[in-house]
């Protein structure tokens, strides 16, 4: 399954970002998926995650009040919706396909090439 991500720019503290994650090549509703952030020098970190059908979430500690993880099967998309920005959210946003549900990154095997996401204070 090949994923692009979009959605990412620049927002003021306190905004609002729905980044979306487009699937092809195979049915996204094969996958969990989920998704991960990277800021400069930091480890890539979990943010949120999705099952196959959607009806199982899981989320950062720190980011479940301010983020929401949706997917839409029949278009072969998977969102994050993501309020209150703040700019320790500034970071690249990558969306991942699992066969497995869960919020390990080497769980996923598919990944997208990611989205920027700057928040300015």
């Known amino acids: 399954v090949q994923l692009q991500a979009s959605g990412g720019g620049l927002v003021q503290a306190g905004g609002s970002l729905r980044l979306s994650c487009a699937a092809s090549?195979?049915?996204?509703?094969?996958?969990?998926m989920g998704w991960f952030r990277q800021a400069p020098g930091n480890e890539r970190e979990f943010v949120a995650a999705?099952?196959?059908?959607?009806?199982?979430?899981d989320y950062a500690d720190s980011l479940k009040d301010r983020f929401s993880i949706s997917r839409d099967n029949a278009k072969n998309t998977v969102s994050l919706q993501m309020n209150s920005l703040k700019p320790e959210d500034t970071a690249v946003y990558y969306c991942a396909a699992s066969l497995s549900f869960g919020s390990l990154a080497i769980m996923y095997g598919y990944w997208g090439q990611g989205t920027q996401v700057t928040v300015s204070s």
């Open positions: 999705i099952s196959r059908r959607g009806g199982i979430t």
């Open positions: 090549g195979r049915t996204l509703s094969r996958y969990s």
